[in-house]
């Protein structure tokens, strides 16, 4: 009796003469040269690209040795690719003069991208708070949105991801205090000419959070009376407005009379010569930029203090 050849399943010829080595690195990313004119920014993306000196080091790099690790992208549906990683190494080609770059094409929903988005990004040096703030609250979210969607799938073995155990993961990822967080993704709730000043340095973090909590037209009145008067609120000031923006009795002229006061010294004046710094800092270097690296490493230390006093 012959037998059937129904079930015969035959190989094919390209599976017959590929050679393992082949087929695992089908299975793995592939590496694509893309377009520049085909690669889009994220949506919202909070990390400023700027031409400072740092891109055009990259961009002598990007010369000389091409581009070293591909960006990420996502497929779009109305075709190119979103950058998921990758915004800095793509203008550093722009202005090399290629027209293309090396990048892994992943297939990420958005809260996928967020995430990869944001960690490629908090990694670097130089990051403004404003652009940290707006960082973590979209890794937040989207770290609450997987939860959620675990829930509606396999509610019987995952774990909602709420709003407390999404902001460990955030912290413990980012090396911060869940307070530390916190204070940061309040900065968001700020009005963009005072986000600025947080920014340049003109506003400090600790005052700024607590400014935070005012109404828009509370921190208008702020911006104007800050423009006035020349002076930027100390915490015990910021404090105070928060507290008469609270009990409904703050003002447009108490603003201004209490960013008019005279402010006392909290600590007596230290001054360091010129030949004392010079030692720590490249001959380059001018008054106003050991200033700003000094300033930052107080900041750093009075970050780690506050992180040590909260655990």
């Not at 035959?10 to 520049?36: G, K, M, N, P």
């Not at 190494?89 to 996928?112: F, Q, S, Y």
């Not at 949105?145 to 155990?165: F, N």
């Not at 915490?235 to 603003?255: C, F, H, P």
């Amino acid at each position: 009796m012959k037998s059937s050849g129904r079930n015969i399943s035959l190989t094919s010829y390209d599976d017959l003469f590929s050679t393992e080595e082949t087929r695992q690195a089908d299975a793995r990313e592939q590496i694509q040269h893309i377009s520049l004119s085909e690669l889009h920014p994220f949506k919202d993306h909070p990390f400023r690209v700027i031409d400072d000196d740092r891109m055009m080091e990259t961009v002598e790099s990007v010369k000389e040795y091409g581009v070293l690790v591909p960006a990420i992208a996502r497929p779009l549906e109305d075709g190119g690719y979103e950058i998921v990683a990758g915004h800095r190494r793509k203008r550093a080609c722009e202005l090399a003069g290629l027209d293309t770059m090396p990048v892994i094409v992943r297939d990420l929903d958005d809260d996928e991208s967020v995430i990869i988005m944001v960690d490629s990004n908090l990694q670097r040096e130089n990051i403004l708070p404003s652009e940290r703030a707006k960082a973590y609250q979209m890794k937040l979210e989207a770290i609450k949105h997987q939860g959620e969607r675990r829930d509606l799938t396999c509610a019987q073995v995952g774990h909602k991801s709420d709003g407390q155990k999404a902001r460990d993961i955030v912290a413990e990822e980012a090396g911060e205090s869940k307070s530390q967080i916190q204070r940061f993704i309040r900065l968001n709730n700020l009005e963009q000419p005072l986000r600025d000043k947080v920014d340049s340095g003109e506003l400090a973090f600790t005052p700024a959070v607590e400014l935070s909590y005012l109404k828009p037209e509370e921190q208008q009145w702020l911006q104007n009376a800050l423009e006035v008067t020349q002076q930027t609120p100390s915490l015990s000031q910021a404090q105070r407005i928060k507290k008469e923006s609270k009990e409904g009795t703050l003002s447009e002229q108490g603003v201004m009379e209490i960013m008019s006061e005279e402010k006392k010294p909290l600590y007596n004046s230290v001054t360091l010569s010129h030949d004392t710094l010079k030692k720590y800092f490249p001959k380059s270097y001018t008054a106003k930029q050991m200033e700003k690296v000094i300033i930052k490493l107080l900041d750093n230390w009075l970050r780690s203090r506050q992180r040590a006093q909260e655990r």
